[in-house]
């Protein structure tokens, strides 16, 4: 045998062995959940069950794994295993009583942009309990009082652009038009920066925003097969670079003019946050300041844009309920703080459109110290994630009689015992549920009623029932949720 061809066959010998180690190495990784007589779908090599995610929305494929293995699925990330749970007991367990083994939330893209690795809803432990102890002095009800005027002249200016709106087309399409509204609110809210989101075609705020709201999907599907260094190497990051490289210079640049001249009036987020932190025994220091204000903003128009995105749909396809809803409200003296948040079916249409579309469709929590279920004898080990398939559960029937049925009358006053703990969680749950709920809740509920005094949603030839859902992120969203917008008699 010549040297070459000696070489050539122990090349060929080294790389079946490999293979074969490769496959040995895999299959003693998968074969963790049966130990605990868990199913799952089939893992591969390198995807291990990733691949169900590929190419369908993630809430639907989560459904689907539900419905099939059951409330507990087995699940890995290449070698690694991750739990998908909707078992609310099992629920209430992690992100409660044993909050300190899963302190840390979503992990999204293994690379982070800078500013994206201090962001308040990714870091965890004393820093996480710390922001977040700062940012919550923020969304007081108080502050919420105070900052109501300014939500209802928000409202006012989102009411009024529809009148040009209507005349130009037969449907709107409500997520672009309810982002403007949040982007313009929590802009005002934060930073009391008027975005003039109404008034320029090119606006710079809008643009970035825009952009941020637009995750990298590769990044998040790379993310789940591909290792960590290479993610890292060549910067994969689920957010856009640029978006948020000028969201930073633009809040530092506020910060620093806040602090050379100071005006204790100001009461947006930015000025109550330096002033906690200035008085603060563990000052945070300024570029933490700047990721809090910037994970504000990115959280507040994102999801609540979906949510009236997807509010104002279901209205148009259930005239009886927006019949309903515009009684409760004309019934109102005025839309003031108290009237707002007392009217019950204004709360049940909105509560029942978190239900049916919830704006985030998955939840998650890792596990940072390896965690022994007693009930169940299930073993998590340290650095596995557990997710919590939201959607799902919500559209789960032993959760919600008739699941797909728009019907708010389960969240009234009367029915909403009847919820069981731990299944309808929009919000999150547990420690490190949605610190910005009582605001979205506000916002939305100003905006709606609003809206309603004056105008109803109809369906038009452009309004589609079948919705053709995106895929590769957490949130619900459809390429375009065109519906009409009709002056009230
Ligand atoms: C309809 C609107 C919204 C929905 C459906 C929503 C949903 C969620 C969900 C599901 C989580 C994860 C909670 C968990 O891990 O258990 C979350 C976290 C968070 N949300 Fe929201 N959110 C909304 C609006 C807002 C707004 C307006 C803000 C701020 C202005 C905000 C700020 C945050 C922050 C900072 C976190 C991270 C909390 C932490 O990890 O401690 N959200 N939200």
């Known amino acids: 045998m010549k040297v070459t061809d000696f070489q050539s066959a122990m090349f060929f010998w080294f790389i079946l062995l490999f293979i074969f180690y490769l496959l040995i190495y895999y299959r003693q990784k998968h074969g963790y959940w049966k130990k605990f007589g868990l199913k799952g779908p089939l893992p591969v090599p390198f995807l291990g069950t990733s691949y169900v995610y ?9 459904t689907e794994l539900i419905q099939k293995y059951g409330q507990i699925v087995g699940m890995f990330e290449g070698a690694k295993p991750t739990l998908l749970v909707s078992d609310p007991e099992f629920i209430k367990t992690i992100a409660l009583k044993e909050f300190h083994s899963f302190p840390q939330s979503f992990t999204f893209s293994s690379y982070k942009h800078p500013l994206e690795q201090l962001f308040p809803e990714l870091i965890w432990g004393s820093k996480w309990k710390h922001s977040r102890g700062q940012i919550t002095q923020c969304f007081t009800v108080a502050k919420l009082r105070k900052a109501f005027p300014m939500i209802e002249k928000c ?12 005349q130009r087309c ?18 005002q809210f934060c930073l009391n920066l008027d975005a003039h989101v109404y008034q320029s075609r090119d606006n710079i705020i809008v643009e970035k925003m825009i952009d941020l709201s637009r995750p990298f999907i590769p990044a998040f599907i790379m993310n789940m097969f591909l290792p960590e260094w290479i993610m890292k190497t060549f910067h994969l990051s689920a957010l856009d670079k640029k978006a948020l490289d000028y969201l930073e210079k633009l809040v530092t640049h506020l910060i620093e003019t806040r602090r050379l001249r100071k005006d204790e009036r100001q009461t947006d987020v930015l000025n109550r946050l330096i002033a906690i932190n ?35 749909w279901r209205l148009a396809f259930n005239q ?3 019949d309903r809803l515009t009684k409760e409200i004309d019934s109102l003296n005025s839309l003031d703080y108290d009237s707002l948040l007392s009217a019950q079916y204004l709360d049940a ?6 239900r049916i579309d919830p704006p985030e469709t998955h939840n998650e929590r890792v596990c940072h110290t390896t965690y022994h279920h007693p009930e169940t004898g ?6 596995s994630k557990v997710s919590m398939p939201i959607y799902a559960m919500h559209h789960n029937p032993d959760n919600f009689p008739d699941p797909e049925k728009f019907n708010p009358d389960r969240f009234l006053p009367d029915n909403r015992n009847a919820i069981k703990p731990f299944t309808y969680i929009p919000f999150g749950v547990g420690y490190r549920a949605c610190l910005g709920t009582k605001y979205a809740l506000l916002v939305s509920k100003m905006a709606l009623a609003k809206l309603l005094q004056s105008y109803r949603f109809v369906v038009t030839p452009s309004t589609t029932i079948d ?11 459809a390429d375009e949720i065109n519906v009409g917008i009709e002056k009230r008699m």
Request: with cysteine; hydrophobic share 45%.
């Open 54 to 62: 590929l190419r369908r929305p993630l809430h639907v494929v989560e």
């Open 155 to 166: 409202s006012d200016m989102c009411v009024k652009s529809l009148a040009d709106e209507i």
């Open 170 to 187: 037969d449907a709107i399409e409500m997520k672009s038009f309810w982002f403007k509204y949040y982007c313009d609110t929590i802009f």
């Open 278 to 312: 200035e008085t603060s025994s563990e000052q945070s220091t300024e570029i933490e300041l700047v990721a809090a204000i910037v994970d504000l903003l990115f959280n507040g128009f994102e999801t609540s844009s979906s949510l009236l995105a997807w509010c104002s």
């Open 320 to 322: 009886d309920v927006q």
């Open 349 to 354: 249409v909105i509560s029942e459109s978190l």
């Open 378 to 383: 299930i073993v998590i080990p340290a650095g």
């Open 467 to 477: 919705l053709d859902y995106d895929w590769g992120s957490i949130l619900l969203c």
